[in-house]
């Protein structure tokens, strides 16, 4: 079946400039992540999604970064204002259940290129 | 808080060479610990886990053992294949947080050549 697709899978950007990421998870799964991994850094944890119920948002770096998702279905990260240090890899993930052994399904993610 | 930390790469071995990638985690509680593999052109994906102390996860000929008293998860090969070229993730997660947010290692480069 389908798994985890994001769009765009590039992209090059100005600084200052707001830009939108976009991920669609596996159908049926109710938890939704993104991560993210900077040249020669691990994947940092930036947000997370359960159903309908408030975000985790305690990874997210700064108030320029937000993300949506209704229900289960299309999330959407933004960055506002962009910075030269949001350059990196942006990843999403989805679950078909919560916790903590619950397999996650990566997507390609998004490469982010702020100039 | 949590960490992971991963032997730097590349590890560059011929085909049916034996394969280590070391694996140490800090951690305050009693996480669960990943490797996840990313192939060329392709999104991570879960290798292998391993719940509790003296766990063993295995998968694709794959090993892992999860060691309280070193506090390590390296990751084994007996006979590594051109195919298993890829990047390798080593990861936690906090049970205490009750869902999948993981910590990650910043990867491990493998390239196996005939």
């Known amino acids: 079946g389908a798994g985890v697709s994001q769009s765009p899978s590039n992209k090059v950007t100005e600084k200052g400039k707001d830009v939108e990421l976009r991920c669609d998870p596996i159908s049926g799964h109710t938890a939704l992540y993104w991560y993210r991994q900077r040249l020669g850094q691990g994947l940092e944890f930036l947000i997370y999604f359960q159903g309908n119920s408030a975000p985790d948002k305690s990874g997210l770096p700064s108030d320029r970064f937000s993300a949506e998702r209704t229900g289960e279905s299309v999330s959407t990260l933004t960055i506002q204002r962009t910075q030269q240090e949001d350059s990196a890899v942006y990843l999403c993930?989805?679950?078909?259940?919560?916790?903590?052994?619950?397999?996650?399904?990566f997507g390609n993610g998004t490469r982010l290129t702020v100039t | 808080g949590n960490s992971v930390t991963q032997m730097e790469g590349p590890v560059t071995l011929s085909e049916e060479a034996f394969l280590t990638i070391n694996c140490t985690y800090t951690?305050?509680?009693?996480?669960?610990l990943f490797w996840y593999v990313q192939y060329p052109g392709e999104g991570l994906q879960l290798l292998l886990k391993a719940t509790k102390a003296d766990d063993k996860g295995s998968n694709k000929g794959f090993e892992a053992t999860y060691r309280k008293e070193t506090t390590s998860f390296h990751l084994e090969k007996g006979s590594v294949q051109v195919s298993d070229s890829a990047v390798y993730f080593c990861a936690l997660s906090d049970r205490d947080t009750g869902f999948q947010k993981l910590v990650f290692g910043t990867g491990t480069r493998l390239l196996v050549s005939p």
């Open positions: 993930a989805s679950s078909p259940r919560t916790g903590y052994n619950s397999p996650l399904h």
């Open positions: 951690a305050t509680g009693y996480p669960s």
